[in-house]
């Protein structure tokens, strides 16, 4: 009921505030014997973390992961992982002016509704800081992933009023796109745009204002049938992870909401043979049909609403002397937060395809492992042992 699991066999359970002693995760299901270290989940945690550039917050936080469990000499040994990050630099005092007012846009008011007594530090379990588990369950998934050779990677299509050129992020393999969105701050994988983009935050934090953006998700190497009709789709559970992660506010698969305005003759993904494999002429689903999956490449785009936390004057109330009043935020805050999703985004997909190919594992049993083997093997490893006849059975 609490909401702070995700997942059926690959599942983890996020804990911590952003103002408390530390933030961390408890990963149920990982495979056992995969080769895991501190250092594989510190650099995507390194990607994550604040005060990297000037596009995101200046609180300084070494976001160092500490591995309490689960992991014996380099390995995973298939029993609960958990793993702890310190919170070290709060600075809380920076959050008394906000113990009565909500922050506009922040989840303060509903906290302060739903449970009648509110962490005000921060906002608590409704802050950024709270995907640092994600992202170090994330590391993990990715890992366990890569051996069966899918990846992931997220970017940025969009800050404010400055798009991405299509045609270039069309031109960019996934290595490109892997490559470029390292080499600026914004995360985008169109250099040229990046600039702009760039700026567009810049002038947004110098008028105490903060900036939206899109960013899109490349999944890669998923092989077809991943999802489980009818609730738990792929896209479906996809479209939980992503919207359950903070300012998110619309999902897209494929062509998303532009499959609106399309014919059906403009729309389907015709099937055709390419190198003697069933492949898809296009792929306005997203990789996805039915729930299900084509093989093709998953792409789904989020959309990241403005940082709410602004120094701009905006109008709130005093909920404890119920008169309204103004408040500007002073705190430590991103001016964007597009760029800081994108690790964050991608350890999201990581967890729910692991999560699917682990169920469809479970589920396909039979025809996964005849596949594999051929059947004169399954036969011989099921065969009765010949001394089966000195089994003494007891009758009762
Ligand atoms: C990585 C990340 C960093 C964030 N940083 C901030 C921040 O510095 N200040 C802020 O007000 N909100 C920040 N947010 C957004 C809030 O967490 C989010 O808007 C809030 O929980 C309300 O949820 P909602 O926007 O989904 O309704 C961040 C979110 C993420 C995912």
């Given at each position: 009921?609490?909401?702070n ?7 983890i ?23 895991i ?5 510190q ?68 906290y ?27 590391a ?64 947004a ?21 991943l ?5 738990d789709k ?17 999902f ?8 609106a ?49 602004i ?86």
């Open positions: 009921m609490a909401g699991t995700f997942g059926e066999i690959f599942r359970t996020t804990w911590g505030e952003s103002h408390g002693p530390a933030v961390g995760v408890v990963i149920d299901g990982a495979v056992p014997g995969i080769e270290t501190a250092e594989d989940i650099k995507e945690l390194d990607r994550r973390k604040p005060g990297q550039s000037s596009v995101s917050t200046p609180r300084q936080e070494s976001d160092t992961v500490e591995i309490l469990s689960g992991v014996f000499e380099g390995k995973t040994t298939g029993t609960s992982i958990s793993l702890l990050i310190r919170n070290s630099d709060q600075q809380s005092s920076a959050y008394d002016s906000l113990r009565d007012t909500p922050r506009p846009g922040h989840a303060d008011f509903c302060a509704e739903k449970y009648g007594i509110r962490d005000h530090r921060g906002g608590g379990r409704s802050s950024g800081r709270e995907t640092a588990g994600r992202v170090a369950a994330g993990v998934a990715k890992k366990i992933l890569s051996e069966f050779g899918i990846d992931i990677v997220c970017h940025t299509t969009r800050i404010g009023g400055i798009a991405a050129n299509p045609d270039v992020l069309n031109d960019l393999p996934f290595e490109g796109i892997l490559e470029n969105i390292e080499k600026n701050s914004v995360r985008c994988a169109d250099l040229a745009a990046a600039v702009l983009m760039e700026a567009e935050v810049a002038e934090k110098r008028t105490g204002d903060s900036v939206g953006g899109i960013v899109e998700g490349l999944i890669r190497g998923v092989p077809a049938g999802g489980e009709p009818v609730f792929l896209d479906a559970d996809l479209a939980k992870a992503i919207m359950s992660i903070g300012a998110v506010k619309g897209e698969i494929g062509a998303g909401f532009a499959a305005a399309a014919f059906g003759s403009e729309m389907n993904d015709a099937f055709e043979i390419k190198s003697g494999k069933i492949a898809a002429a296009s792929n306005n689903a997203g990789g996805i049909l039915g729930g299900i999956t084509t093989g093709e490449i998953i792409r789904f785009r989020a959309a990241i609403k403005p940082t709410p936390s120094s701009i004057s905006q109008k709130t109330v005093n909920m404890a002397e119920m008169k309204e009043t103004e408040i500007s935020i002073q705190g430590r805050h991103d001016p964007v937060i597009a760029p800081r999703f994108v690790p964050v985004g991608e350890a999201m997909a990581a967890i729910v395809v692991l999560d699917h190919l682990m169920r469809n594992e479970a589920l396909c049993l039979s025809k996964n492992y005849k596949n594999r083997k051929n059947s004169s093997e399954l036969r011989s490893e099921l065969t009765v042992p010949s001394d089966r006849s000195k089994i003494k059975t007891k009758e009762v």
